[in-house]
C-alpha cells in the first residue's frame, strides 16, 4: 500500500506544464529517475488510474499515445520529429476561432504543428 502510493505520487510528478504531454515510455523514463525499480507495467496501470481520476487527459501526437494534464492541455501542441517530445504551446483562442468557417462553433480541438524543438535544431547547427 505505501509502495503504491510512492509510485503513483512520482508518477504524477512527471507531470507538468513543461514537460508537455508525455508517452507511458517517457513517463517510465522519468520517473525512474526517481525510482529506479518502477517497472513498465505499473506505469500503464497508474497512467491509466490517473485517467480514471481525472487528472490526466490522453492526447495522440506524433502518432503516440500521450498524456496530458486535463485541466490543461486544451491548447495547440508541438512535435519534434527529432526527440519524439510534445510541447505544450499557449492557446490563441483568435486563431482557433478563425479556423473553423462561419456558422461552426469550435468547443474542442486537437491542434498539433510539428518540426523540430529548439535543442534539436541546435544539434543540428552544431553537425553542419
Ligand atoms: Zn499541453
Ligand atoms: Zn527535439
Known amino acids: 500500500m505505501q509502495r503504491n502510493t510512492k509510485q503513483r505520487e512520482v508518477i504524477a510528478a512527471c507531470f507538468s506544464d513543461e514537460a508537455g504531454p508525455l508517452s507511458v515510455y517517457q513517463v517510465h523514463a522519468l520517473a525512474r529517475e526517481q525510482y529506479p525499480s518502477l517497472g513498465i507495467a505499473t506505469v500503464y496501470r497508474t497512467v491509466n488510474a490517473l485517467v ?36 505544450c504551446l499557449e492557446s490563441n483562442p483568435a486563431v482557433t476561432t478563425r479556423l473553423a468557417p462561419k456558422g461552426f462553433v469550435v468547443s474542442e480541438y486537437n491542434l498539433v504543428v510539428s518540426g523540430t524543438c529548439p535543442s534539436c535544431t541546435s544539434e543540428n547547427r552544431r553537425r553542419h
Open 52 to 87: 480514471e481520476a481525472g487528472m490526466l487527459v490522453p492526447v495522440v501526437i506524433g502518432g503516440t499515445t500521450r498524456y496530458g494534464l486535463a485541466q490543461k492541455c486544451h491548447h495547440p501542441h508541438f512535435y519534434c520529429n527529432k526527440c519524439d517530445h510534445a510541447f
